[in-house]
T-cell receptor, first 115, second 115 residues
Framework: EAGVAQSPRYKIIEKRQSVAFWCNPI?????LYWYQQILGQGPKLLIQ????????DSQLPKDRFSAERLKGVDSTLKIQPAKLEDSAVYLC?????????????FGQGTRLTVV | GDSVTQMEGPVTLSEEAFLTINCTYT??????LFWYVQYPGEGLQLLLK?????DKGSNKGFEATYRKETTSFHLEKGSVQVSDSAVYFC??????????????FGRGTSLIVHP
């Protein structure tokens, strides 16, 4: 079974530039998550989709971050404009359903460096 | 709000030593509890989980018991190997209002095992 695919693996941009990350979840997984993991910290949930609808985006900085999941499969996360403090690993995860005991499967992440 | 507190690392052990990584949580309700592991250069992988009080999760020689009375989910292994060197994340998932399940991760504990 193919895992969660993310691209690119690494990205370096200057502050105030824009960047986009792509995620392809495991086939059949209805729930998709985007996390931000700053060095030395645990992953922080940015947004959660159920199919193509947003379940929770309370921790997404909506003035600069946006995400979409067209057709309920692939998803993109965009930052515009980027700030130095956005440097982090951006993780995508998916799970079969939404539920308290449901395991999430993670991609390898995209390491973003803003200079 | 809900939170997860892990012991600070790095934890440095010799091969075959006993491992304990402490995890305590704060939650309004009855969360499901998880341990994820992140090997160098890879995404997070589920190690084990427990969905209700007194449940014990186990996998690959690792164990953790859901203790509601002490709000803890400590990770243990009787004899660690060099290949166990990784970062370990404790996490909880709690049912939030509106039908969503919000995952919360700890900061992670780095384990280094020497031959």
């Amino acid at each position: 079974e193919a895992g969660v695919a993310q691209s690119p693996r690494y990205k370096i941009i200057e502050k105030r530039q824009s960047v986009a990350f792509w995620c392809n979840p495991i086939s059949g997984h209805a729930t998709l998550y985007w996390y931000q993991q700053i060095l030395g910290q645990g992953p922080k949930l940015l947004i959660q989709f159920q199919n193509n609808g947003v379940v929770d985006d309370s921790q997404l900085p909506k003035d600069r971050f946006s995400a979409e999941r067209l057709k309920g499969v692939d998803s993109t996360l965009k930052i515009q404009p980027a700030k130095l403090e956005d440097s982090a690993v951006y993780l995508c995860a998916s799970s079969l359903v939404v539920g308290g005991g449901t395991e999430a499967f993670f991609g390898q992440g995209t390491r973003l460096t803003v200079v | 709000g809900d939170s997860v507190t892990q012991m600070e690392g790095p934890v440095t052990l010799s091969e075959e030593a006993f491992l304990t990584i402490n995890c305590t949580y704060t939650a309004t309700g009855y969360p499901s509890l998880f341990w994820y592991v992140q090997y160098p250069g890879e995404g997070l992988q589920l190690l084990l989980k427990a969905t209700k009080a007194d449940d014990k999760g186990s996998n690959k020689g690792f164990e953790a018991t859901y203790r509601k009375e002490t709000t803890s989910f400590h990770l243990e292994k009787g004899s660690v190997q060099v290949s166990d060197s990784a970062v370990y994340f404790c996490a909880l998932i709690l049912h939030a209002s509106g039908g969503s399940y919000i995952p919360t991760f700890g900061r992670g504990t780095s384990l280094i095992v020497h031959p």
